[in-house]
């Protein structure tokens, strides 16, 4: 009988090594808010702070929201990373980390308080569409 890890292709491990980078990643910034829960005094079960209580709202709100949009992409991400790498694992990885290195400037920008900061060069995250690609090829 074959070994089941046989039929993943051998570069595939940079496939993990990079879901395991995201979700790190994701734990940081989810670090990240609870830092900003302190410091604008936005206590659970609270999701976001509303201006007419909290004067700091949009600060905490951006950077709730930042993290909020990652988790919702994260099931995507994953599932597009894994499925590209099994035909192209070192293509996909690439991409992954690039798309992850995105999310990283994406949330940096949108931290600001500013959402239009998250572009300056969160459109790397562009690169998530080529993930999506690689699947059909």
Not at 96 to 119: A, E, H, I
């Amino acid at each position: 009988m074959a070994n089941s890890l046989e039929s993943f292709p051998k570069e595939f491990g940079f496939v993990v090594l990079v879901l395991v980078f995201y979700s790190l990643f994701n734990m940081w910034m989810a670090f990240k808010v609870g830092k900003a829960r302190k410091k604008y005094n936005v206590f659970y079960p609270i999701l976001y702070a509303l201006e007419s209580n909290n004067k700091d709202a949009k600060l905490f709100n951006c950077v709730q929201r930042e993290h909020q949009n990652s988790l919702e992409m994260m099931p995507n991400f994953y599932a597009l990373l894994v499925l590209g790498g099994l035909k192209h694992p070192e293509v996909s990885a690439g991409l992954g980390l690039v798309y992850t290195v995105g999310r990283y400037f994406y949330f940096k920008g949108y931290s600001t308080g500013d959402p239009n900061n998250r572009m300056k060069l969160g459109y790397v995250l562009v690169f998530h569409h080529f993930i999506v690609s690689i699947k059909f090829f």
